[in-house]
């Protein structure tokens, strides 16, 4: 499965802090918010990854990640220019995807959990349609709502119901299979003049060709688009980290982990963290032995 890691838009609502840097490059806690997404998509067994940012981020993302030899991935990278459509990636990366399975996630959108990883894993191989991930929130009305009939099938989705009849959202994390790209060239543009996501898993949805995996208890999910929540995020990582002593969203660590690389090749990526704790932390990672190939989502 191909893996595609929206990191576009103007970040608007986190003016001023982003007037001169894309939203998806400002930390969360200890690492660039970026992080959190791509391990996501490695733990969905992504290998093969595309970049979508703007023109002005493109270069400080191609600093930051690199090639991404060096985390046993390959990363390329591609330009949107305006933001017109979470859908609209998929037309961007229509040849990057190439008729194979593809995983499209927002860059600013962090999950953890104990059993995610594998759960992850276990679902992007089994793919067959399109897949959607649902969290319970307080507040469904900021979000794009699934409903569900009694045996969890999905049977209708809203985005921003003024009056929602489920308080399951849906996140931004999709698995498509390879027909996506036909389904998103056949979208009209909204009324605001983007190509929308909901339409895309519309179209599934009424093929019944889509899957709602309901994210539980046990399970988070943080959308770190506003002041707000950026804030909150990062007290959840350091909260998170600071008790266990592990890290969430640690890239070099999950590389590692799922055999991507070794401890040398870890080590070596600690070296050039200098003397910061992050560094330190991959340096005890390297040291404790041998990857454990399944491991949670960070």
């Given at each position: 499965?191909?893996?595609?890691?929206?990191?576009?838009?103007?970040?608007?609502?986190?003016?001023?802090?982003?007037?001169?840097?894309?939203?998806?490059?400002?930390?969360?806690?200890?690492?660039?918010?970026?992080?959190y997404p791509l391990t996501t998509l490695m733990f969905a067994g992504c290998r093969e990854i595309l970049v979508i940012t703007t023109p002005e981020d493109r270069p400080r993302f191609e600093a930051?990640?690199?090639?991404?030899?060096?985390?046993?991935?390959?990363?390329?990278?591609?330009?949107?220019?305006?933001?017109?459509?979470?859908?609209?990636?998929?037309?961007?990366?229509?040849?990057?995807?190439?008729?194979?399975?593809?995983?499209?996630?927002?860059?600013?959108?962090?999950?953890?959990?104990?059993?995610?990883?594998?759960?992850?894993?276990?679902?992007?191989?089994?793919?067959?349609?399109?897949?959607?991930?649902?969290?319970?929130?307080?507040?469904?009305?900021?979000?794009?709502?699934?409903?569900?009939?009694?045996?969890?099938?999905?049977?209708?989705?809203?985005?921003?119901?003024?009056?929602?009849?489920s308080g399951w959202a849906v996140t931004g994390l999709y698995l498509y299979d390879a027909g996506v790209v036909d389904v998103a060239r056949g979208l009209t543009p909204s009324a605001r003049g983007e190509l929308e996501i909901t339409d895309v898993n519309l179209a599934y949805l009424r093929a019944g060709r889509l899957r709602v995996r309901r994210l539980g208890r046990g399970n988070a999910w943080?959308?770190?688009?506003?002041?707000?929540?950026?804030?909150?995020?990062?007290?959840?990582?350091?909260?998170?980290?600071?008790?266990?002593?592990?890290?969430?969203?640690?890239?070099?660590?999950?590389?590692?982990?799922?055999?991507?690389?070794?401890?040398?090749?870890?080590?070596?990526?600690?070296?050039?963290?200098?003397?910061?704790?992050?560094?330190?932390?991959?340096?005890?990672?390297?040291?404790?032995?041998?990857?454990?190939?399944?491991?949670?989502?960070?």
């Open positions: 499965m191909r893996g595609i890691l929206l990191a576009g838009g103007t970040g608007t609502r986190l003016f001023p802090a982003t007037r001169a840097v894309g939203k998806q490059l400002l930390p969360v806690y200890d690492k660039p918010m970026v992080f930051l990640l690199g090639d991404g030899r060096h985390l046993g991935l390959a990363l390329s990278y591609a330009e949107q220019p305006r933001p017109d459509g979470v859908a609209a990636a998929l037309l961007i990366g229509a040849d990057f995807i190439g008729g194979e399975p593809v995983a499209l996630i927002l860059g600013d959108n962090l999950f953890y959990g104990g059993d995610l990883g594998a759960r992850l894993a276990d679902t992007a191989a089994a793919n067959d349609g399109a897949t959607v991930f649902a969290y319970h929130v307080a507040d469904p009305r900021r979000y794009g709502v699934v409903e569900l009939d009694p045996a969890g099938a999905p049977v209708g989705l809203v985005e921003k119901p003024a009056d929602p009849r943080l959308d770190a688009g506003t002041h707000d929540a950026l804030l909150e995020a990062a007290h959840f990582v350091a909260t998170v980290e600071k008790r266990q002593g592990l890290k969430i969203g640690c890239v070099e660590e999950v590389a590692f982990h799922l055999g991507l690389i070794d401890a040398a090749a870890l080590g070596a990526l600690a070296d050039d963290y200098g003397a910061s704790p992050y560094g330190a932390y991959l340096r005890d990672v390297a040291r404790a032995g041998r990857p454990t190939g399944r491991p949670e989502l960070w």
